[in-house]
């Protein structure tokens, strides 16, 4: 986007009013202040900074794949290359370990933060002026500083209905609540949203509670479901946030495990990318791209959230780790570039996920009948939601769906094969009276008749064994 046409875009609207007594209250340190009269020709003897000469690191350095702009011959092995991070700052470099490794602002280094922020601009083109990137420890931490500054106590989160339970887990603690909405085979359903912020307040549970202002949604990939929102419906999502002046959470870890991305299908458009108010607080992470071990990622949102975020972080994480983003920086800015970086991306990243996909799906249509189990196909991530018909058992309907699962469950466990058991994802309030964590003796949600797989991990070997082994136990359970 040239620069005129940047100009031309509006400045985001004023949410001020969305942030929470915490997020209100988050001041600048006085301490991290001081930071912005160093350099030049100023000679400090303020902040206590650990003098460099006490790091015992000389050096950092990782063999990584090259993603040179050379075409690996079929059958080769990807060529490597050396990735270092000198102790003192030297020009050909982007960081140094005397800077990577000190005291900094809460917004991340520099390089690592404005290749992200170039990334986002050149893969999202956000449609208003002042949105900004700051870095983050990952997507559940970017989630949970992000529903510290805009969600008090007391407060409604709108999340689909088989979602992502640690967010649930993350919300339970601050006494924030949350309501589902219903989904199909794109995800969450623009007018189940609708009907439920229309409806707010009809029901003897919401009477006391306040309309919601935020929503919290994973639009590509979905986890569990592995379902993703077309493109028009995450317009009809951003027209019923608009309508009804919603604060959008979309995490996205799974964005980049698109398997139709090609010559003919580009990436699917994001949220943030529709978003001419600064309403979206976008959430992206290394995790499912490079390592989930980095501990890296970046929140893109308005510039007055990304600074609550930097405060917010000052007084916590300070920023991520420093030999992360160490060596993280040097090699996407120095080695990668933007091009590597997504041509890693296309050609590694998708299609090593595209293929497991492929073969799990494969095995699972040998080995289970249609007609006792089925999954929508995914077209992005790292899962397969599988739907039991437990309608086709015996004796459906003399006792309840959940004693049905937790069986097919122990037979499958029994048979040396593991599934997270669907009621896990669920919305619904957990039971008090039994401990949730003894799986072998609780599946309390009769609507959760699934099971999610995941092809992310095993070998193909070990999927196509399991899947012998999910078939066997289906069968032995469609008999009892």
């Known amino acids: 986007m040239s620069t005129v046409q940047a100009s031309q875009l509006p400045m985001a609207k004023d949410f001020s009013s969305f942030l929470s007594l915490e997020g209100a209250a988050r001041k600048k340190s006085p301490l991290k202040g001081l930071l912005r009269f160093m350099g030049g020709d100023m000679l400090s003897l303020g902040g206590g900074l650990p003098h460099p000469s006490t790091f015992p690191f000389y050096s950092l350095a990782s063999e990584v794949k090259s993603m040179g702009p050379a075409v690996p011959v079929k059958g080769q092995q990807p060529s490597a290359e050396l990735v270092t991070v000198p102790h003192a700052p030297q020009p050909d470099k982007a960081e140094s370990l005397t800077a990577t490794l000190q005291y900094g602002l809460g917004t991340g280094i520099k390089s690592l933060r404005e290749f992200c922020k170039e990334h986002v601009n050149q893969m999202h083109r956000p449609q208003y002026q002042d949105w900004d990137v700051i870095l983050s420890a990952g997507n559940t931490d970017a989630f949970a500083k992000a529903v510290a500054m805009v969600c008090n106590r007391g407060d409604t989160v709108l999340v689909e209905e088989w979602t992502y339970p640690t967010a649930l887990e993350l919300l339970e603690p601050f006494g924030i609540g949350h309501c589902p909405v219903s989904m199909d085979g794109e995800g969450m359903s623009a007018v189940a949203l609708k009907n439920v912020l229309d409806s707010w307040g009809s029901t003897p549970e919401q009477a006391n509670e306040a309309k919601p202002r935020v929503v919290y949604l994973i639009p590509t990939g979905q986890n569990p479901t592995g379902s993703t929102m077309s493109v028009q419906r995450r317009r009809d999502i951003m027209r019923v946030a608009q309508e009804h002046d919603l604060i959008i959470i979309e995490d996205d870890p799974y964005y980049y495990l698109q398997f139709n991305v090609g010559e003919e299908q580009s990436w699917m458009p994001t949220l943030l990318s529709m978003d001419t108010d600064g ?3 976008r959430l992206d992470t290394f995790s499912k791209t490079l390592a989930p071990g980095c501990r890296v990622g970046y929140m ?11 405060y917010h972080n000052e007084v916590t994480i300070q920023q991520p780790s420093g030999f992360s983003q160490a060596i993280l920086a040097e090699m996407l800015v120095s080695h990668w570039g933007q091009e590597g970086y997504k041509r890693y991306l296309t050609e590694n990243v998708r299609k090593e ?15 289970a009948h249609p007609a006792l189990a089925s999954y929508i196909e995914p077209s992005a991530g790292m899962f397969l939601w599988i739907k039991i018909h437990v309608e086709a058992h015996p004796r459906y309907g003399t006792v309840s769906d959940a004693t049905l699962m937790l069986e097919l469950f122990n037979k499958c466990v029994a048979n040396n094969v593991l599934f997270v058991p669907g009621w896990q994802f669920s919305c619904k309030p957990k039971p008090t009276d039994v ?24 070998t193909f070997e070990q999927m196509d064994e399991a899947m012998v082994r999910f078939g066997q136990s289906l069968k032995s359970f469609f008999e009892a």
């Open 300 to 310: 893109t949102m308005n510039a007055h959230f990304c600074t609550i975020v930097q």
């Open 279 to 281: 309403r979206v607080i």
């Open 435 to 458: 401990d949730i964590s003894d799986l072998q003796n609780v599946w309390y949600d009769d609507h959760a008749t699934y099971l999610r797989a995941t092809f992310a991990y095993a």
């Open 353 to 367: 996920y595209l293929l497991r996909s492929q073969h799990l799906q494969s095995s699972f249509k040998r080995n």
